[in-house]
């Protein structure tokens, strides 16, 4: 069982930066599989990032590629996302995700992760 709570989350003018993090509590954190997804207002959640459990290999959509960067610290039971040049089309809600299954790190489908934190709103303005 993950506990998790994200923080970081706020208003932000378009090409500014935030930095989200992610705690978890819980057993074996450096045995999971990290991600962080977003839900839009009236749109599906969507897959953001994700980072293997070693923090070796990262992934992401092409959406937010060259501008979010994830990253954990397993000795602090943390992740992070890290957003650079921000647009307004980025406001949404973000979630931590976490699951132990190591084949996770390749889907970008929410399902496919078992924990999920309770979100963080962020808000692009133009």
């Known amino acids: 069982q993950v506990q998790l709570v994200e923080s970081g989350g706020g208003l932000v003018q378009a090409g500014g930066s935030l930095r989200l993090s992610c705690a978890a509590s819980?057993?074996?954190?450096?045995?999971?599989?990290m991600g962080w997804f977003r839900q839009a207002r009236r749109k599906e959640r969507e897959f953001v990032a994700a980072?293997?459990?070693?923090?070796?290999?990262?992934y992401y959509p092409d959406s937010v590629k060259g501008r979010f960067t994830i990253s954990r610290d397993n000795a602090k039971n943390a992740v992070y996302l890290q957003m650079n040049s921000l647009r307004p089309e980025d406001t949404a809600v973000y979630y931590c995700?976490?699951?132990?299954?190591?084949?996770?790190?390749?889907?970008?489908?929410?399902?496919?992760?078992?924990?999920w934190g309770q979100g963080t709103q962020v808000t692009v303005s133009s």
């Open positions: 995700a976490a699951d132990g299954d190591s084949r996770t790190f390749g889907s970008n489908r929410s399902p496919e992760y078992a924990y």
């Open positions: 819980g057993r074996a954190f450096s045995s999971y599989v």
């Open positions: 980072i293997s459990w070693s923090g070796g290999r990262q």
